[in-house]
């Protein structure tokens, strides 16, 4: 089983860029599904991004608009989560999590392994 550690947060102005960095320990990161969630004060944990185990397949929650991208380096055993234009409204804890299976999965309990979370806040 993978160990995620994710890191990037920080704080950046309203319509600024982060890129966050999910490292995965294990030599099975391959075979994982990986994907981003978040997670802001009195709110549920929601889906971000999911990526497929070659990279190929993506998806995203329809909030984003294409703000974010998400993309992986199975080389370096690392899922990226790309992130422009940002709004105070993406301001949260932002979680790696990894997926026992092929494709891309966008439910909670989908995801057998999560990171500890990285902070992201971002001012107005």
């Known amino acids: 089983q993978v160990q995620l550690v994710e890191s990037g947060g920080g704080l950046v102005q309203a319509g600024g860029s982060l890129r966050l960095s999910c490292a995965a320990s294990?030599?099975?990161?391959?075979?994982?599904?990986m994907g981003w969630f978040r997670q802001a004060p009195g709110k549920e944990r929601e889906f971000v991004a999911g990526?497929?185990?070659?990279?190929?397949?993506?998806t995203y929650a329809a909030f984003l608009k294409g703000r974010f991208t998400i993309s992986r380096d199975n080389a370096k055993n690392t899922v990226y989560l790309q992130m422009n234009s940002l709004k105070p409204e993406d301001a949260a804890v932002y979680y790696c999590?990894?997926?026992?299976?092929?494709?891309?999965?966008?439910?909670?309990?989908?995801?057998?392994?999560w990171g500890q979370g990285t902070q992201v806040t971002v001012s107005s």
């Open positions: 294990g030599r099975t990161f391959s075979t994982y599904a």
């Open positions: 999590a990894a997926a026992k299976t092929l494709v891309v999965v966008t439910a909670f309990h989908e995801y057998d392994v």
């Open positions: 990526i497929s185990w070659t990279g190929r397949s993506t």
